[in-house]
């Protein structure tokens, strides 16, 4: 007899899963409580800091430097390099968040690792009987930054991108597609608009 998953499951397998879930909410209350003390600590305690977010973040570079107020569902899900996030940054972060070494991260950028079926008839759960909103369905994909890139201020970035390195996405753009490596890309939806050297 198979075991039905559970939703964290189907969330990290990229499933669709149900939305409330009391299980995933638990675990973002948690992780929002370790988000409220790095968001209360002032950038003069440095060190305090960076022990919150070693004990928030999947993993983080010892120098990596995130300012606040910063913005995420879960925090182990995401892994940074020897980076810079700005201020205001929003993590989704259902799956995978990756960014890499010496990549800054404007103000405002948006990580959105969750989406949801495009049909509205797959996008929500009915109750049977009544005909009554019961969940909404989500679906997660991973997001990878490569190295040496620069993700300019109020940026979005979807589900399932990858930004190849040494990329610089436009401020305000909204990354809907996967960006090669050594290029500019900016609007919406980002477009490559220039090769670099």
Known sequence: MSVEK???EKMRAGEPY???????????????????????TPMSKMDERKAILKDLLGSVHPDALVLSPLALEYGKHIHLGDVFINFDCIFLDG????????????????FL???HPVQAFERTKLDPDT?????AISVNKPITIGEHCWIGAGAIILPG?????????????VVTKSIPADVVAVGSPARVVKQLD
């Open 6 to 8: 559970s939703g964290y």
């Open 18 to 40: 149900a939305n409330p879930d009391w299980d995933l909410m638990a675990m973002q209350a948690e992780a929002g409580e370790k988000l409220a003390r790095l968001n209360a």
């Open 95 to 110: 799956a995978e968040i990756r960014i890499g070494d010496f990549t800054a991260v404007g103000p405002r950028v948006q």
């Open 113 to 115: 690792t969750a989406g």
């Open 131 to 135: 005909g009554r909103f019961v969940a």
């Open 161 to 173: 991108v990858t930004i190849g390195d040494r990329t610089t996405i436009g401020a305000g753009s």
